[in-house]
C-alpha cells in the first residue's frame, strides 16, 4: 500500500511545489511525537513512551538497526516517519525489515526531488484481478523466453503479470511449489516470450526482453496486491512455447509461455500448470483500456492488437 510523504523546507520553491503535489508539510500533522535517536539509550526511551498517532524518527546517522527494532517494535502501536534527506535513504526506510516505515518526512530545498518521492511512497497498491476463462491453448515451436529471477520471496498465488498486449495480462505464477525433477525457486518467475509486456511499478509495462539485473518488476497476487522488486538475473534461452488464450470482462488476455510443467497460471482454486491447461479452465488476468506509449498508460487511446 502507499505509504505517507511529508515535506520539511524553509525553500518558498519547495513549499509550492508540494502545495501542488499534494504533499503536506509536518506542520500540517497534528500531534506528532519528534524523537531524535543518537544511541540505544534513546532508542529505549522511545519503547517505553506511550505514543501519539504518528511519531516522527530523526536518526543522527544512517543506522539500520535501530530502525529494524523500532519497527518490529511498534509496528501497529503508532504511524511510524522517518526523516530523510535523501532519496536513497527514504527507499532504505521504507524497505527495511520488509514492513518498511508507514512513511518518510523528505527534508530538502531541492523542489525538483518531489515528484520523486511521490513516486517513491506510491509503489505500493493494487490492480484488479479478475476470473478469466481459457478459449485456446495451443502448441508452438522454439522460442526465446525469459525467466526473471527477482529479489524477492514468493509465495503461492504470486508472480508476475504477463500478455501480448496490456489491454489482457495473465498471472504466471514465480516456481514456488514442488517438484519431483527440480526445487522451488520462490524468486523465480518463467515469464514467457520475449516480445511479451509485464508490470512495472509506476503502472507502467516493459518488455521482457529489456529487463536486466537492477530492473524493477511488480509482483501480484491472486488478490491485486502488488509489490515492487529488483531483477537479480534475467536469462534468454531457447524453448518449446505455448500459446494460451483466456476471455474475461468482454476482453482478451493471450500469452506466449514455455511448454513446461513448472510453468503454472494462477487460478481461484491454486495454480494450473500450462501443460494441464485446457479449454474451460479459469485462470486469473488482469484487463484495462485504452493503449500504452512507451509503457504509459493512455486511457482514452483506441488500440488494436491482435
Do not use: W
Not at 11 to 24: H, N, R, S, T
Amino acid at each position: 500500500m502507499s505509504k505517507r510523504l511529508v515535506v520539511s523546507s524553509k525553500d518558498e520553491e519547495v513549499l509550492k511545489e508540494a502545495l501542488f503535489l499534494g504533499i503536506p508539510t509536518i506542520e500540517e500533522l497534528d500531534g506528532v511525537a519528534d524523537f531524535l535517536i543518537s544511541d540505544k539509550g534513546d532508542e529505549e526511551k522511545i519503547l517505553s513512551e506511550e505514543l501519539p498517532e504518528i511519531t516522527l524518527l530523526r536518526f543522527s546517522g544512517d543506522e539500520i538497526i535501530p530502525l529494524e527494532n523500532l519497527i518490529a517494535n511498534l509496528h501497529g502501536r503508532t504511524e511510524l516517519i522517518v526523516a530523510v534527506r535523501t532519496v536513497e535513504q527514504a527507499q532504505t526506510a521504507l524497505d527495511t525489515l520488509e514492513l518498511g516505515a508507514d512513511g518518510v518526512m523528505i527534508e530538502t530545498d531541492d523542489a525538483s526531488i518531489l515528484p520523486q518521492m511521490l513516486r517513491l511512497v506510491s509503489k505500493g497498491g493494487g490492480l484488479s484481478i479478475d476470473e478469466a476463462t481459457v478459449v485456446e491453448v495451443k502448441p508452438l515451436g522454439l522460442g526465446s523466453r525469459v525467466c526473471v529471477d527477482t529479489c524477492s520471496m514468493m509465495q503461492k498465488d504470486m508472480g508476475m503479470l504477463v500478455g501480448s498486449s496490456s489491454q489482457g495480462m495473465l498471472l504466471v505464477q514465480a516456481e514456488v511449489e514442488d517438484n519431483e525433477f527440480v526445487s522451488p525457486r520462490p524468486f523465480r518467475v518463467n515469464a514467457g516470450a520475449l516480445s511479451l509486456y509485464t508490470m512495472t511499478p509506476e503502472n507502467k509495462t516493459q518488455y521482457l526482453e529489456e529487463l536486466s539485473a537492477g530492473s524493477e518488476v511488480m509482483i501480484v497476487s491472486s488478490d491485486g496486491r502488488t509489490s515492487s522488486s529488483n531483477v537479480a538475473r534475467s536469462k534468454i534461452e531457447l524453448r518449446p512455447m505455448m500459446l494460451v488464450i483466456a476471455e474475461g470482462n468482454g476482453k482478451v488476455a493471450k500469452a506466449i509461455l514455455q511448454n513446461a510443467e513448472t510453468v503454472k497460471l494462477v487460478s481461484t482454486k491454486g495454480s494450473i500448470a500450462v501443460t494441464d491447461l485446457k479449454v474451460g479452465d479459469k485462470v486469473m488476468a488482469h484487463f484495462e483500456e485504452g493503449g500504452r506509449h512507451f509503457g504509459v498508460l493512455v486511457k482514452e487511446e483506441e488500440v488494436i492488437e491482435k
